[in-house]
């Protein structure tokens, strides 16, 4: 279903209060409402039966994987599953039994590096593929 069919004046409508601190909409909202969703659920089912093209949705549109947009996406994909990692990272206690220093430090450092780009690639997050979406105007 279309949720831009049904307007956007249905979300900002007032509320009445009532003196329990509850609230409830103005009378005869709830029928525009109903009314409104009717005829988007009507305008779908007739694209559906006619063989229109898909909805704007955009969840059967194909995702070009070698744009230089979605690469950018999946180096945000990339960055965010880098900050949780080393989120998770710095919860586990570390002993003082190898000293690492620096260097290690770093080479820890690049390892989840290379784990963020790894689980980007092959785990399907769905980070990019949302992010491409969304800037492609295909959602």
């Known amino acids: 279903m279309d949720v831009n069919a049904i307007g956007a004046q249905f ?4 509320f009445v209060p009532f003196s329990s601190g509850t609230t409830m909409r103005q009378a005869g909202e709830d029928s525009v409402f109903a ?8 305008a779908e089912a007739q694209t559906s039966e006619e063989g229109a093209a ?39 206690q570390k002993t003082n039994l190898i000293d690492t220093g620096f260097a290690g430090e770093m080479y820890e450092d690049m390892l989840y590096d290379e784990y963020a780009r790894d689980f980007a690639k092959n785990a399907n997050f769905g980070f990019a593929e949302m992010a491409y979406r969304e800037l492609t105007g295909q959602r």
Not at 35 to 42: E, F, V
Not at 66 to 83: D, G, M, Q, R, V
């Open 11 to 14: 979300l900002n409508s007032p």
């Open 35 to 42: 009314g409104m969703l009717r005829r988007a659920q009507s």
């Open 54 to 92: 898909p909805s704007r949705s955009g969840r059967n549109a194909p995702i070009d994987k070698s744009s230089p947009l979605y690469e950018a996406c999946l180096e945000l994909e990339t960055f965010l599953i880098k900050n949780l990692l080393k989120s998770m990272r710095s919860t586990v």
